[in-house]
């Protein structure tokens, strides 16, 4: 994984780099017990990845912390506020910002969400195979996928879950892969599971485009008439691309949404 050296601040002793600003996780908090497990998992993961960096959690709604306790419990320290959402829906415009608004202390960036990006394909592709899906499934005009999301009123956030679609489409070879939503947008999974089988697809699997268990990744595996994969979850490829939009927005880049617009999955060997 490549990491991103940054200079010491003027007057800072030589040898000596600055303390790291935290890595503050903003999940979105869920009923389901699975679910904050399974982010406490992903945190470990990303903090076997970079020891020593102060990694914490704050959730939007549901559980505890909330976000804005965290935020307080920071003190005077900076932060890296990484969403643990997959696209630019009403969350990351505007709860999250208000949240670091009414925070009394810490310097906050927030980083753009984990989606779309090619490390989360990689994640999905993973949990497809585990779930069943052969290479043999490559191209195969049987074959097709359902890319089962949250659903959201945002343009921008349907945008980008139909970019995930077209890449994950590419990583697989070309075979079709359509966006639905378990609510707030269209198509549902299910009317998108009848519209594929009406094209003649006999094997259509779910990707689950969840970041952990709960009500929505369970209604969305309910539909599937072949194999269902597991949300996103602790999956490797996710802990590396927190790490990597913590980097980006420390350094003050933004998201790479232009740059995705372009990319290209080489075939496997």
């Known amino acids: 994984m490549h990491r991103i050296r940054y200079p010491s601040p003027p007057g800072h002793a030589s040898g000596t780099a600055p303390a790291a600003p935290a890595l503050v996780?903003?999940?979105?908090?869920?009923?389901?017990?699975?679910?904050?497990?399974?982010?406490?998992?992903?945190?470990?993961?990303?903090?076997?990845?970079?020891?020593?960096?102060?990694?914490?959690?704050g959730h939007i709604e549901l559980n505890a912390p909330l976000l804005p306790e965290t935020l307080h419990?920071?003190?005077?320290?900076?932060?890296?506020?990484?969403p643990l959402l997959l696209g630019r829906g009403h969350h990351v415009k505007h709860d999250i910002p208000a949240a670091v608004a009414a925070a009394p202390a810490p310097r906050a960036r927030t980083a753009?969400?984990?989606?779309?990006?090619?490390?989360?394909?990689?994640?999905?592709?993973?949990?497809?195979?585990?779930?069943?899906?052969?290479?043999?499934?490559?191209?195969?005009?049987?074959?097709?996928?359902?890319?089962?999301?949250?659903?959201?009123?945002?343009?921008?956030?349907?945008?980008?879950?139909r970019r995930t679609a077209r890449l994950l489409g590419e990583r697989l070879g070309g075979v079709p892969v359509v966006p639905a939503y378990a609510s707030a947008a269209a198509p549902t999974v299910r009317a998108a599971v009848r519209a594929l089988?009406?094209?003649?697809?006999?094997?259509?699997?779910?990707?689950?485009?969840?970041?952990?268990?709960?009500?929505?990744?369970?209604?969305a595996a309910a539909g599937a008439p072949w194999i269902a994969a597991a949300p996103l979850g602790a999956h490797p490829a996710v802990a590396r691309l927190l790490l990597?939009?913590?980097?980006?927005?420390?350094?003050?880049?933004?998201p790479e949404y232009e740059t995705l617009m372009n990319t290209r999955f080489p075939a496997p060997a």
């Open 25 to 57: 996780a903003v999940a979105h908090g869920s009923r389901d017990p699975r679910a904050l497990h399974t982010v406490t998992e992903l945190l470990a993961r990303v903090r076997e990845l970079r020891p020593g960096l102060d990694v914490r959690l």
């Open 73 to 82: 419990a920071l003190g005077s320290g900076d932060a890296v506020l990484v």
């Open 112 to 161: 753009g969400p984990l989606g779309p990006h090619p490390l989360l394909v990689e994640a999905l592709h993973g949990r497809l195979t585990e779930a069943g899906w052969h290479p043999s499934d490559r191209g195969s005009r049987d074959s097709a996928v359902v890319l089962a999301a949250a659903g959201s009123r945002d343009p921008e956030s349907a945008a980008d879950t």
């Open 197 to 219: 089988a009406a094209r003649g697809h006999r094997r259509i699997a779910i990707a689950s485009y969840f970041t952990a268990p709960g009500r929505f990744a369970s209604a």
């Open 244 to 254: 990597h939009r913590y980097d980006r927005a420390r350094a003050g880049g933004a």
